[in-house]
């Protein structure tokens, strides 16, 4: 019996492009507008149809959806209910299945998030990166505080009782006290999850360029790390469990569709850039909207990419996702999903990190204490095969 997938839908639009975005996004102007954005979502649409039709994912059931971008809210709602609609037509999803769609401060309402939960998504994951007008100007972030106080609010009014909110600490500039202050906001709101992410000065953004020419301090390493336990101690002391390296969830409410990729389950993401994993075998699509669009509009697959991986490739993408998270990885499951046993295939390189403290073994499960996963890219780095 084949596990329930995790579907993902991209949506490439936002109201404009922020200072440290290299996502595939673009804002929905630029795109073309309206228009053109009703012509990606009916091919996203054909997508769907085409995709629940092969061979590959007939008649399968779909525990968790996840509607990501891009920012889907810049769309009408009536229009990623419709989406969603398709959804139900084409997977088997049950009446418990986690429906997340992503938002930012802005781009929805009142009425707007209404319509979203009464077209049964039942999970909003909002980009409020900060409570600070100073730190969103700063990130060319096109909202203020209390416009993102004002959303949660309305989405908990709308009947959202799973919310989950973005922040982003390592800002040039920015004091650990800063980031405490944006903590302590948070948790006013008590979101059921809260993913924090350190800054990344991805290159030929607008903030890495600003960085780059003096305009901007660079981000300090040791605030970096004091504001990564920062926020460990004044959450877990809030009664949030630290589960994956970014994320922290209240019990019982860690995001079932994230859980999928670390765990290297099988997904199928639609829409441009989405990527998808089955049967072994992983694929990503075009990246460029009106390619993607146009292919699917002339009845072509609009794949970019696809690749199977050898056991051994397998075995080492299963500990690098896994490790992210405080559960690791079982050396039971990754021998059953690729014939490899974790502590054969990569034995010099586990004995070096148990050697130095960096990787544990806890009955039959590999982790890295929560204490090093600042330095996790180190440590992931060895099982790239």
Known sequence: MTDPLGLYL???FCLSKCAYCDFASLPLADAGGPEFARRYLDALLIEIDRRAATPEFRDLAADTVFFGGGTPTVLPAAWLAEALQRLRWRFAIPSDAEITVEANPGTVDAVALAELRGAGFNRLSLGVQSFSDDSLRLLGRVHTADEARQALAAARAAGFDDLSLDLIYGLPGQTVEEWQEDLAAALEIRPEHLSAYGLSLEEGTPLARAVAADRLPAPDEEGYAAMFTA??????????????????????????HNRKYWAGDEYLGLGCSAHSHRWGRRWNNLAAPPVYTKWLARGAWPVARAEALSPRARAGELMMLGLRTAAGVSEDEVERRTGLRPGVAFADAIAGL???GWLGLDAGRFVIPSEMWLISNEILAEFVA
């Open 10 to 12: 991209h949506f490439p």
């Open 354 to 356: 148990r050697a130095r």
């Open 231 to 256: 926020a460990h101690a004044q959450l877990t002391a809030a009664g949030y469990e630290h589960y994956e390296i970014s994320n922290y969830a209240l019990p019982g409410r860690q995001c079932r």
